[in-house]
């Protein structure tokens, strides 16, 4: 598990575990981790802001101060079914997993009488997903990204071609259906466009992307934007 995962799902059990908390022992082993990590995991969460309490002493430990839980969520079930389909419809797009885990958290604050609207629609909703790349490639790719760090790759060319590349990677782009890594290619000197499905190997390497920018990939197609873009 990845640190940024883990800090999520740490701060997901503190918040299970409500006013109770749990000790640094016990959260460690729940994450196959040392206590030293699970302090230095939970430090880091304090200082990104998260309401992390601590209690001394036989009993004590560390836990999320009360009222830091998402606070009852107003949907709809078509608009609950509607965040649970677009989830569901594309296992391959980037962060899938977190978008589901976030889905997850909403649906477990909605009002019960919703949330029961919502299963019974989401059963007359079918779709067909494709299968998704390897996990360990996605993680590779989206860790990078986020951290702006360059990532190597095993990547098959549609000719059949493989190559191993050093990419800096600067977005990811969904286009025709399928969804691509755009980065700066340190093999071609170049950016480049390489779909995700053709990527069987990726790591993220501990070296820092030179700052190549999201203007030099170019405008969007005229049928892209940001997913951050607001209708017009």
Same mark, same amino acid.
């Given at each position: 598990? $990845?640190?940024?995962?883990?800090?999520?799902?740490?701060?997901?059990?503190?918040?299970?575990?409500?006013?109770?908390?749990?000790?640094?022992?016990?959260?460690?082993?729940?994450?196959?981790?040392?206590? *030293?990590?699970? $302090?230095?995991?939970?430090?880091?969460?304090?200082?990104?802001?998260?309401?992390?309490?601590? *209690?001394? !002493?036989?009993?004590?430990?560390?836990?999320?101060?009360?009222?830091?839980?998402?606070?009852?969520?107003?949907?709809?079930?078509?608009?609950?079914?509607?965040?649970?389909?677009?989830?569901?419809?594309?296992?391959?797009?980037?962060?899938?997993?977190?978008?589901?885990?976030?889905?997850? $958290?909403?649906?477990?604050?909605?009002?019960?009488?919703?949330?029961?609207?919502?299963?019974?629609?989401?059963?007359?909703?079918?779709?067909?997903?494709?299968?998704?790349?390897?996990?360990?490639?996605?993680?590779?790719? @989206?860790?990078?990204?986020?951290?702006?760090?360059?990532?190597?790759?095993?990547?098959?060319?549609?000719?059949?071609?493989?190559?191993?590349?050093?990419?800096?990677?600067?977005?990811?782009?969904?286009?025709?259906?399928?969804?691509?890594?755009?980065?700066?290619?340190?093999?071609? @000197?170049?950016?480049?466009?390489?779909?995700?499905? *053709?990527?069987?190997?990726?790591?993220?390497?501990?070296?820092?992307?030179?700052?190549?920018?999201?203007?030099?990939? !170019?405008?969007?197609?005229?049928?892209?934007?940001?997913?951050?873009?607001?209708?017009?």
């Amino acid at each position: 598990m $990845k640190r940024a995962e883990r800090l999520h799902a740490l701060t997901e059990m503190l918040r299970r575990r409500g006013v109770h908390g749990s000790s640094a022992e016990r959260l460690a082993r729940e994450f196959a981790v040392s206590v *030293r990590t699970i $302090k230095r995991d939970l430090a880091a969460l304090e200082r990104s802001g998260a309401p992390i309490w601590s *209690r001394p !002493g036989p009993g004590g430990g560390y836990g999320l101060a009360v009222g830091s839980s998402l606070p009852p969520v107003t949907l709809s079930p078509a608009q609950a079914v509607a965040l649970m389909a677009a989830v569901a419809a594309n296992p391959d797009a980037p962060y899938n997993d977190l978008a589901r885990a976030g889905v997850a $958290k909403i649906l477990d604050v909605v009002d019960p009488r919703t949330r029961a609207r919502a299963d019974e629609l989401a059963a007359r909703v079918w779709v067909d997903a494709p299968a998704a790349p390897s996990r360990a490639v996605r993680s590779a790719l @989206e860790e990078a990204l986020t951290e702006q760090r360059v990532v190597r790759v095993r990547y098959t060319a549609e000719t059949g071609t493989v190559t191993t590349r050093d990419v800096e990677p600067v977005l990811f782009a969904a286009r025709e259906g399928r969804w691509f890594l755009v980065g700066w290619c340190r093999l071609r @000197e170049a950016m480049r466009w390489f779909a995700v499905a *053709r990527i069987d190997r990726a790591t993220a390497l501990s070296i820092a992307c030179s700052g190549h920018t999201v203007a030099e990939v !170019g405008r969007p197609p005229a049928t892209s934007r940001p997913v951050g873009g607001q209708d017009a």
